[in-house]
T-cell receptor, first 114, second 113 residues
Framework: GDSVTQMEGPVTLSEEAFLTINCTYT??????LFWYVQYPGEGLQLLLK?????DKGSNKGFEATYRKETTSFHLEKGSVQVSDSAVYFC?????????????FGSGTRLLVRP | SAVISQKPSRDICQRGTSLTIQCQVD?????MFWYRQQPGQSLTLIAT?????????ESGFVIDKFPISRPNLTFSTLTVSNMSPEDSSIYLC??????????FGPGTRLTVL
């Protein structure tokens, strides 16, 4: 079945450092890919998405490119802030699965220190 | 994006009791889902709430334990029945109109003693 694999956390960075959180997937069809963020004590927010190969999703300085050849969707940010501290989830939705459900990775906790 | 609210936002319950969680959306949506997030874990889909028919449950989840209603296109409830401490989790509803996008409610944080 479909699955999403994320790098283990926690990731600890100093403010203004470069961030990469790796995400790879397996899917039957051509999925849509998502990054969600969960701030402490809150629900999930959609951070960015990409729906086809080579699409780049971007939001709030975060970017991720849909790489079909490597089945990856790595999250990057050039300069992190303390306010970016949160748990980041990579997810996919496979149109072959008519239920439209999301399949999530295990989540990666990011801690940014001043 | 749709505005999604959940009630209650949190609760502490005794084992053996049941809790009903409500999910309200400010616009009609095609799909509504219920997810569970156990402490420190990722999200797992419980079921798809189908308007006017029985919910579609994922493997490992059954209707007797997690009955779901969806009377219209803006509202759904999830009941956690005969609770045990293992049911302590965050329960989230999500809504979407296609496989390209889903939005989540703020979640209900449940603690079972």
């Amino acid at each position: 079945g479909d699955s999403v694999t994320q790098m283990e956390g926690p990731v600890t960075l100093s403010e203004e450092a470069f961030l990469t959180i790796n995400c790879t997937y397996t899917a039957t069809g051509y999925p849509s890919l998502f990054w969600y963020v969960q701030y402490p004590g809150e629900g999930l927010q959609l951070l960015l998405k990409a729906t086809k190969a080579d699409d780049k999703g971007s939001n709030k300085g975060f970017e991720a490119t849909y790489r079909k050849e490597t089945t990856s969707f790595h999250l990057e940010k050039g300069s992190v802030q303390v306010s970016d501290s949160a748990v980041y989830f990579c997810a996919l939705s496979d149109p072959v699965d008519s239920s439209y459900k999301l399949i999530f990775g295990s989540g990666t906790r990011l801690l940014v220190r001043p | 994006s749709a505005v999604i609210s959940q009630k209650p936002s949190r609760d502490i319950c005794q084992r053996g009791t049941s809790l009903t969680i409500q999910c309200q959306v400010d616009s009609q949506v095609t799909m509504m889902f219920w997810y569970r997030q156990q402490p420190g874990q990722s999200l797992t889909l419980i079921a798809t709430a189908n308007q006017g028919s029985e919910a579609t449950y994922e493997s490992g989840f059954v209707i007797d334990k997690f009955p779901i209603s969806r009377p219209n296109l803006t509202f759904s409830t999830l009941t956690v029945s005969n609770m045990s401490p293992e049911d302590s989790s965050i329960y989230l509803c999500s809504v979407g109109s296609s496989y390209n996008e889903q939005f989540f409610g703020p979640g209900t944080r449940l603690t079972v003693l």
